[in-house]
C-alpha cells in the first residue's frame, strides 16, 4: 500500500520561502512520476508541479513557474517542491501525488493520471 507523506508546511510572510518533502513508501519510488497540487476550500485542486519518475523532465502551472522548483532524491523516495517568492495567493493546503502507472511518459497535470494522495500540508502566505 502506497503511502505518501508531506511535511514543511506553515504560516510565512509574503516573499518569504517554504521548502515541502513528501516521503513515499509502499511503491519502487524511482519508477513513477510525482506531482503536487494544491487546493482552497471550496475550490477545485490544481496542479502546481510534476516531476518524471527519472527527474529529467519538470512541468509547473503557469502561476507558479520561475518561483517553484520540484525536484526529487530517489535514493531517499523523497519529492520535494522549494516555494520561493510566496504570494498570499499561494494560500492553500498542498498535496503530493503518485503517478498510476510505472514508467509513465514525461510529466502530467492531469490529476486523473494520479492515484495516490498525500494527506495535505498547509501553506498560509500573509501579506
Known amino acids: 500500500q502506497v503511502q505518501l507523506v508531506e511535511s514543511g508546511g506553515g504560516l510565512v510572510q509574503a516573499g518569504g520561502s517554504l521548502r515541502l518533502s513528501c516521503a513515499a513508501s509502499?511503491?519502487?519510488?524511482?519508477?513513477?512520476?510525482m506531482g503536487w497540487f494544491r487546493q482552497v476550500p471550496g475550490k477545485e485542486r490544481d496542479f502546481v508541479a510534476a516531476?518524471?519518475?527519472?527527474?529529467?523532465?519538470?512541468r509547473y502551472a503557469d502561476s507558479v513557474r520561475g518561483r517553484f522548483t520540484i525536484s526529487r532524491d530517489n535514493a531517499k523516495n523523497t519529492l520535494y517542491l522549494e516555494m520561493n517568492s510566496l504570494k498570499p495567493e499561494d494560500t492553500a493546503v498542498y498535496y503530493c501525488?503518485?503517478?498510476?502507472?510505472?514508467?509513465?511518459?514525461?510529466?502530467?497535470?492531469?490529476?486523473?493520471?494520479?492515484?495516490?494522495w498525500g494527506q495535505g500540508t498547509h501553506v498560509t502566505v500573509s501579506p
Open positions: 501525488a503518485m503517478g498510476a502507472y510505472a514508467y509513465g511518459f514525461g510529466t502530467s497535470y492531469r490529476a486523473s493520471d494520479y492515484d495516490s
Open positions: 509502499g511503491r519502487t519510488f524511482d519508477q513513477f512520476r
Open positions: 516531476i518524471s519518475w527519472s527527474g529529467s523532465s519538470t
